[in-house]
């Protein structure tokens, strides 16, 4: 019998990936599927960035860089974060990854040994506890629940803390909820971190998908967390690059040495091209983020008016960020199809691709499994046709 390392042979596929994969494959095979499952910007990336690519593949810049990235990049990279966050990082302390998901799982994978544990508000996405377990660490999922518009209170982080918990990871704004920590939330947090000295990782990719009003960076709220602190984001999100794979570490000098090393070993330098352009998107003009941004505040408010009037769906507060609602589907739950009955969030998406050809992504592996996640990466026209089909299909599901 084939053996494999026991780690990954427990590793989960992610299920946000399958959910696209899936509806990929039924678009190929000729079926007519409007995906709400993507986690991307359906924006095209900005002409200015896709130049600055010409320009480096003309040039010749076709070789390996530093493992971290080049220096122009690491100090883009610095000025990003002074302009964006309100961050003092000098180029030693900031590395590119190839994607956000590389640098994530380098730096947990860094930072967390056997018998350590790893806070995680829940919902969550999916990756971040596969890759705390493939560290040999153990993730703890603290509810965040619904009642709290899905955000961590500091009691319940205090009573969430243990002697083995050397880690948080606080992602804001949220997938899959949307849900923002605001200036008040963040500053209650810090005040127990502070005494604790665990690792706090924050994941800032959904940093601009922010619609009503950025609040400040946990780091510059509390400065002190910076010492035992860790900045990840990506490119993917804001300048719709989630194909060039560049993402972004930050934190003490000798943590980000320490995933720079583990990166030489894994993979190398991130794609030369892609850093090329990486330095166009963050030092050249940002108004297509606002554009874009722009874009899917309207859809926010079209999408969470459209989920609320859908039978068998409930969605009481209304995401602040990134570009997905989470409602809960517990109203279809315990409805026959196909002659059993819908058992939970991942039944009612399989449900939903089936007979509406409408792809999303079930609650289960997020921590919320009566719950369902909804991208709105899409355009209006292929929203208002999609809650149609939803609409019609639960409509005769429960007799409404």
């Known amino acids: 019998m084939l053996k494999l390392n026991r780690r990954v042979a427990a590793l989960k596929p992610s299920a946000t990936m399958a959910a696209e994969a899936r509806a990929t494959e039924l678009k190929e095979a000729g079926v007519d599927i409007i995906s709400l499952a993507a986690g991307e910007p359906d924006f095209d990336t900005p002409e200015r960035i896709k130049e600055a690519a010409r320009r480096a593949l003309a040039a010749g810049q076709t070789k390996y860089t530093p493992v971290g990235g080049t220096s122009r990049l690491k100090q883009a990279l610095s000025v990003k974060l002074k302009r964006d966050n309100g961050l003092d990082y000098e180029p030693a302390q900031v590395m590119a990854s190839a994607g956000g998901k590389q640098g994530a799982y380098n730096v947990i994978a860094t930072l967390f040994d056997e018998g350590d544990e790893v806070l995680i508000p829940t919902p969550a996405w999916v990756s971040f506890a596969e890759m705390v377990r493939l560290s040999g660490a153990q993730p703890k999922l603290v509810p965040a629940p619904e009642a709290q518009a899905f955000r961590l209170t500091a009691q319940d982080l205090s009573a969430a803390i243990t002697p083995n918990t050397r880690g948080i990871i606080l992602n804001s704004p949220c997938n899959p909820t949307g849900a923002v920590y605001r200036d008040e939330h963040l500053r209650a947090l810090s005040q127990v971190l502070l005494k604790t000295g665990m690792w706090v990782l924050c994941d800032d990719v959904y940093e601009h998908m922010n619609y009503e009003g950025r609040p400040r960076h946990l780091f510059a709220i509390e400065p002190r967390l ?175």
């Open 226 to 400: 910076k010492d035992h602190g860790i900045v990840l984001n990506s490119l993917s999100k804001t300048y719709a690059m989630t194909g060039w794979r560049i993402g972004l570490v930050a934190g003490p000098k000798e943590i980000v040495q320490a995933v720079t090393r583990l990166q030489g070993q894994n993979s190398g330098n991130p794609n030369s091209i892609a850093q090329a352009a990486a330095i166009e998107a963050l030092s050249g003009p940002q108004e297509e983020v606002a554009a874009m941004v722009g874009e899917f505040r309207k859809r926010r408010e079209f999408v969470v008016d459209r989920v609320r009037s859908l039978p068998g769906f409930s969605l009481p507060s209304v995401p602040d960020g990134a570009f997905y609602v989470f409602p809960s589907v517990k109203p279809l739950l315990g409805a026959k199809w196909k002659g059993e009955p819908l058992a939970d969030g991942d039944r009612v998406a399989q449900m939903l691709l089936d007979e509406a050809q409408v792809s999303m992504v079930g609650g289960n592996d997020f921590g919320a499994p009566e719950h369902v996640r909804i991208s709105y990466a899409t355009s209006i026209k292929n929203l208002s046709e999609a809650f149609d089909r939803i609409e019609r299909v639960t409509r005769k599901l429960l007799g409404a």
